[in-house]
């Protein structure tokens, strides 16, 4: 994948192709703003996990890889499929994601 081009998807929209390897596509329905929102929450937390693992603090990267599941749960890309909730469950799922992410964000 070239870094100004979009993934590769498959037909049905619901999976993207990076490097041969089929990943759940985010969910088509999140705000641009609220998605780069969560994109920012999930970079951040997973900068804490490797930081974590590289200080060797087991209890800072069980937090920060819980945030990278709340990041990924909010935008989609884990938990229920997006394709089967329905418009107001999905609008909940990332709404609360992001609320929570916001909450929980290290100050």
Known sequence: MDAGRAPEKTLDGHF???????RRA???????????????HLMAARRAVRAATAAGDARAERSARARVHRAKVA??????????????????R??????????????
């Open 16 to 22: 993207v192709v990076v490097r041969g390897r089929r």
């Open 26 to 40: 985010t969910d088509p329905s999140v705000p641009e703003e609220t998605a780069a929102r969560l994109r920012r």
């Open 75 to 92: 935008s989609g890309t884990r938990g229920t499929p997006w394709w089967e909730q329905s418009g107001s469950d999905r609008r909940q």
């Open 94 to 107: 990332w709404e609360q994601g992001s609320a929570r992410l916001d909450a929980d964000a290290p100050r």
